[in-house]
């Protein structure tokens, strides 16, 4: 992508946060501050570009505003560049909180959501009354016209701010699931990291199929989401002291501290850091989502005056009880649990023969027939980008299912290194079948414990079938040697004729399908292994999706 284009990105990105027309020097103003050194003049050629291709509108002499498809661009436009934004927001966010907890005045953080219905208020409240939440700190509009209720409440990364004016640092690590057992936190178990993801993390694990808050808050055990920083270990007492005074106000949600260089809840803890846990502030808006009622979520969207939010109950119960100090097992990274499957890939390329790696998912048998003729329909439908080999094998405990095998991306990598040609998975990606595709969304398999295939299923994300709007597929970025190349391009066109769905090879920093590689290395697209199930959950049919699940011998899969 150019630098012109770049540049434009950045209009409008900065005219996406403005509520009202925006002129060309509080863009030149706003653009400088993020290293873009254009004057007024040169804001003003790149806007008329926008207005060509729709992206933006002048509103008379009061400015421009960003426009639906300008909105798109931004989000699809500069996906290796949303990979490191969403890290950068959350410090903006926390750069921007001013808020002093002895005069209860300034800005916080905040989540929005739009709910549609009182009963929705109710549920969020009783997650309130239980402790379970950020703060009861809230602000409800509701819009008599249309019936829908914008409900603003106080986000986790409130507490990074406050910490950063007191001086010290807070480090945003993690944000995922934790694990809940008769009132007290147990472990982590499953996470992904706020850096190399266009995906906010909770936002990532906000599905009812994921959390069961209303579990934890009833029965005293389940899944809940939480955020996890680390501050330096000299600021303990400190950061301890300031958490008991923010408590006092309504400002709470701290889960546990870590002992400096103590590991906690599963995750390590470097020395000389202290890891603390904080509820996630969308906790409440996934207690909703848990009972099937619609939701509109946008997690740390804006900073909001304090005085602003009202207290949506004044009954707290007691929050949860403080982490053990009890030996855990550590959580693994995705990319950690796939090399030790690479390196078990023996698949010969000549003999079309081997061991490669199976995702598993499971169907009801009465539906496996269904399941399949809906593979063979997508794969038949658009053949250069589904994987067309699959196996039926047995649950091992239930023989009402039947696992339904397909061959996972990362056995490319495998048959690469067994060829002498390192390969390194980087990322997971959502891609749109464009002309050219684009990646409009990327996790890296060294900051998730979770296949990111699968989250991006789970949110229903995915047209796989083309039956929600444009194609979006499910792909992969590997990044391998430029110095192999040729031999990498000779393997990887032999693998795409047996079917192992190569959608593109780069060149030597190359943007590959908007993906950006490290330089003196090359990138390599290859298909999910999930497509072809993915089409069958589209299709409505249940199935209980499963990814790096065994090794299985590629000649005794069959082919749709």
Do not use: W
Not at 118 to 147: A, C, H, R
Not at 325 to 343: D, Y
Not at 513 to 526: C, E, H, L
Request: with cysteine.
């Amino acid at each position: 992508m150019s630098e012109s284009e770049h540049r434009m990105i950045e209009i409008l990105r900065v005219l996406s946060k403005q509520d009202e027309p925006t002129g060309s020097k509080l863009i030149a103003d706003e653009l400088k501050e993020k290293g873009f050194n254009l004057g007024e003049r040169a804001v003003r050629y790149h806007m008329q570009i926008l207005d060509e291709k729709g992206y933006t509108e002048k509103k008379g002499y009061s400015g421009r505003v960003i426009t639906d498809l300008g909105r798109e661009k931004l989000e699809k436009g500069l996906i290796y560049d949303q990979v490191d934004f969403i890290y950068s927001k959350f410090e903006e966010m926390i750069y921007l909180t001013d808020f002093t907890y002895m005069t209860q005045e300034g800005n916080v953080v905040v989540n929005t959501s739009t709910i549609y219905n009182e009963e929705s208020i109710n549920i969020m409240k009783e997650i309130f009354e239980s402790g379970l939440s950020v703060s009861p700190y809230v602000n409800i509009n509701e819009d008599k016209t249309t019936g829908e209720i914008e409900v603003t409440t106080i986000c986790g990364t409130t507490i990074d701010g406050v910490l950063l004016n007191e001086g010290i640092p807070s480090q945003p690590q993690y944000g995922g699931l934790l694990k809940i057992e008769n009132n007290q936190p147990v472990k982590f178990t499953e996470l992904i990291s706020y850096k190399k993801t266009s995906v906010t993390p909770l936002d990532a694990f906000a599905n009812s199929n994921l959390t069961s808050v209303l579990d934890v808050i009833r029965k005293g055990s389940g899944v809940v989401p939480a955020n996890f920083r680390l501050i330096p270990g000299i600021a303990r007492e400190r950061t301890i002291e300031i958490i008991k005074e923010l408590d006092r106000i309504g400002i709470g949600g701290v889960i546990g501290v870590s002992e400096e260089g103590k590991d906690i809840l599963g995750l390590p803890v470097p020395d000389g850091m202290v890891g603390i846990a904080i509820i996630g502030g969308i906790t409440p808006f996934c207690a909703v989502k848990e009972l099937g009622e619609d939701i509109t979520l946008k997690i740390a969207e804006k900073i909001q005056d304090f005085t602003s939010l009202k207290p949506i109950t004044s009954r707290i119960l007691s929050p949860l009880e403080a982490p053990t100090a009890r030996n855990q097992e550590k959580i693994s990274l995705v990319l950690s649990k796939s090399m030790n499957l690479i390196q078990q890939v023996n698949f010969d390329i000549e003999k079309q023969k081997g061991d490669i790696i199976a995702n598993v998912s499971y169907v009801n048998r009465n539906d496996v027939d269904t399941a399949l003729s809906i593979m063979e329909d997508t794969y038949n439908d658009n053949p250069k980008y589904i994987n067309p080999y699959y196996k039926l094998i047995d649950h091992p405990e239930n023989d009402d299912m039947v696992g339904i095998a397909t061959i996972c991306s990362l056995s490319v990598d495998g048959i690469l290194i067994n060829n002498g040609i390192m390969s390194n998975p980087t990322y997971s990606g959502l891609l749109e079948l464009t002309e050219p595709p684009l990646f409009i969304d990327m996790i890296s398999y060294n900051g998730t414990t979770i296949d990111p295939h699968k989250i991006f299923l789970s949110k229903n994300m995915t047209s796989i079938t083309g039956t929600n709007g444009p194609n979006k597929i499910l792909a992969s970025v590997k990044e391998i040697p430029y110095i192999s190349r040729d031999y990498a391009v000779e393997i990887l066109d032999i693998l795409n004729n047996i079917g192992f769905s190569i959608y593109k090879i780069g060149k030597p920093r190359e943007l590959v399908y908007n993906s950006k590689v490290d330089n003196y290395n090359f990138g390599v697209i290859t298909g999910g292994g999930l497509n072809s199930v993915g089409a069958v959950k589209e299709n409505d049919v249940p199935i209980q999706i499963k990814s790096l699940e065994k090794i299985m011998p590629f000649e005794k899969m069959e082919r749709l």
